[in-house]
């Protein structure tokens, strides 16, 4: 790692930038091609913007080949005399100039073609970065998840907590409030061997997770086993995935066979509580220590403090919508034997 700004990590690669597109917990990964000191809230700045795209020579310039031209976004940092979409076309206008394609401005509301080389500028403090796209979406962007629901999560969000759960060699991984089912298709790239098991009270949510899923999962082994839960309601056998509709409040699990639960719970910020959460939010948490097999984890997205029964074992606060949420990894707090004695 070279540096960190704001929202911004800034590293060289080991090998080929095309690598990078791989990044699950990245929102984006983009090429520097200019790095412009001096760039100050006055609007001489964007004359040193416009000098230094000018300049830019990288080969990735011009995008992928057959690209419809190029677009800019641009964000900073304060108060500055010009506005983003100013910094836009001072950029774009040079880089269409030299690269000889169109330029997409967005000034007025408008919005570029599909297909277009995506530049980016960031300015903070008096120093800004122009950096181009190397792959053709952001990468928060997953080409699975086109079905969605309210209060659904950030898919790098999701690729984080499955990181955090330590994935390696658990046999069955549960979701009990899955919601679209992006938190267990992220873990089913960090748990090729596990089984994918995912719960939801709304039918229009494990509707939206069985169609992204089907879209996600490629070379899917045939389940085999007892299974933990029913056949009524569930995906078809020869998928890593099962979905159902239960009330997370009265889980349909055996206890103790599940190595790690990932969840984000319906606490009211997005999604309100429904159903015997309602009246008793820590049915959700006595539901998972009943399920969770010895040594097991659990990953959570919490507003509050440990739930009980469970102590942390790893505390990584967030930004999301405004909010700072953590997230928690919980193991199943150890009880002590009581101390008898004679009289």
């Not at 964007?46 to 000098?51: I, S």
């Not at 910020?269 to 959460?277: F, K």
């Not at 990584?316 to 008898?340: F, K, N, Q, T, Y």
Request: charged content about 20%; proline content about 8%; overall charge positive.
């Amino acid at each position: 790692m070279r540096a960190l700004r704001h929202r911004e990590v800034w590293f060289e690669p080991a090998g080929s930038p095309a690598g990078l597109t791989g990044l699950r917990t990245a929102d984006d990964v983009l090429l520097v091609a200019a790095v412009v000191d001096g760039v100050g809230p006055a609007r001489a700045a964007l004359r040193r913007l416009a000098a230094a795209a000018r300049a830019i020579t990288c080969p990735e310039a011009a995008g992928p080949p057959g690209a419809a031209g190029i677009e800019v976004s641009a964000s900073f940092v304060g108060r500055r005399a010009y506005t983003r979409f100013e910094i836009e076309d001072a950029v774009g206008t040079e880089l269409a100039r030299r690269l000889r394609t169109p330029y997409h401005s967005r000034a007025g509301g408008a919005v570029p073609p599909g297909g277009c080389a995506a530049w980016r500028v960031t300015i903070e403090g008096e120093r800004a970065v122009i950096a181009v796209r190397i792959a053709d979406r952001p990468l928060h962007r997953r080409a699975y998840k086109t079905a969605s629901i309210p209060g659904t999560l950030h898919p790098p969000l999701a690729a984080a907590m499955a990181g955090l759960a330590r994935l390696g060699g658990a046999g069955t991984v549960l979701d009990p409030c899955c919601g679209a089912g992006t938190t267990l298709i992220e873990a089913a790239a960090a748990a090729p061997g596990a089984r994918l098991l995912g719960l939801d009270r709304d039918p229009a949510a494990v509707a939206a997770a069985r169609a992204n899923a089907g879209r996600a999962e490629q070379a899917a082994p045939v389940l085999t086993g007892t299974p933990l839960l029913g056949d009524a309601g569930w995906t078809a056998r020869g998928t890593r995935f099962r979905w159902g509709i239960s009330d997370a409040g009265r889980l349909p699990v055996a206890g103790s066979v599940v190595d790690r639960v990932l969840v984000n719970p319906p606490w009211g910020r997005q999604v309100p509580p429904a159903g015997l959460l309602a009246g008793e939010p820590d049915r959700l948490w006595r539901e998972i220590r009943r399920v969770l097999a010895p040594g097991g984890l659990v990953v959570a997205l919490s507003y509050d403090g440990d739930p009980p029964g469970f102590e942390t074992v790893e505390r990584m606060e967030v930004s999301l919508s405004g909010r700072h949420p953590v997230l928690a990894v919980l193991r199943l707090r150890e009880r002590r034997a009581s101390r008898g004695r004679a009289g």
